[in-house]
């Protein structure tokens, strides 16, 4: 049998074309294959999460380390808020609201204690992840703030105190 050269560049490109697109299909296969295989994957992108260091890593950190924080770390490091907050049950309000039981508690619920329109406006309660962004940086959280407060800049600081205010409390809140 004899293929003129039309023919048999025809038939090339018909077994290239078939060549191509069943590597396609063969690619798909053990792409899917191995992704299934590798669920290891979201846990490697956070540990790769803060090596970037953009801001919402850093939050993430701190979230990340509440399970090994210490209370009496952050007790210590409370000594930046003492001078405006309480922590006592039943504490006053001095320069800022009484600070007992304030994970889980409303945002700006402190009985008698007169808050800027920032915070009132905010609504719903304090979650973990609020208190965090809050302390990170008040004025960044909470536009018009009244806590004149330069925020604490370490996750491992911010996650020390967010389980030392979990600690002011008859029932703390669980962690996230
Ligand atoms: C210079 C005084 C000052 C310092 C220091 C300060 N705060 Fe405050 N804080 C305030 C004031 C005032 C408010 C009320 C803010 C408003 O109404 O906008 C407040 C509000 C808060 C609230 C919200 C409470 C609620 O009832 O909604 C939390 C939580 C808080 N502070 C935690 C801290 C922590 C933790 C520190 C230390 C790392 C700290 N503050 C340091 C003055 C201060």
């Given at each position: 049998m004899k293929f003129s050269w039309f023919e048999k560049i025809s038939f090339g490109l018909l077994i290239a074309a078939w060549a191509i697109y069943g590597s396609h299909m063969l690619g798909d296969t053990l792409v899917h294959a191995e992704e299934l295989k590798k669920p290891a994957y979201a846990v490697a992108m956070a540990d790769a999460a803060p090596a970037k260091g953009g801001a919402a890593a850093v939050m993430e950190n701190a979230m990340t380390m509440l399970a090994s924080a210490t209370p009496d770390k952050g007790a210590k490091l409370f000594k930046k808020c003492k001078s405006?907050?309480?922590v006592a049950k039943g504490g006053k309000?001095?320069?800022?609201p009484n600070l007992w039981d304030v994970v889980g508690r409303a945002k700006a619920s402190a009985a008698g204690f007169k808050y800027s329109g920032a915070l009132t406006d905010k609504g719903g309660d304090w979650s973990y992840a609020d208190l965090d962004a809050f302390i990170t940086s008040p004025k960044a959280f909470a536009k018009g703030t009244k806590m004149s407060f330069?925020?604490?800049k370490k996750a491992g600081d911010r996650a020390a105190m967010l389980?030392?205010?979990r600690s002011l409390s008859d029932s703390p809140k669980p962690l996230p």
């Open positions: 405006c907050h309480t309000n001095t320069v800022g330069a925020g604490l389980v030392y205010l």
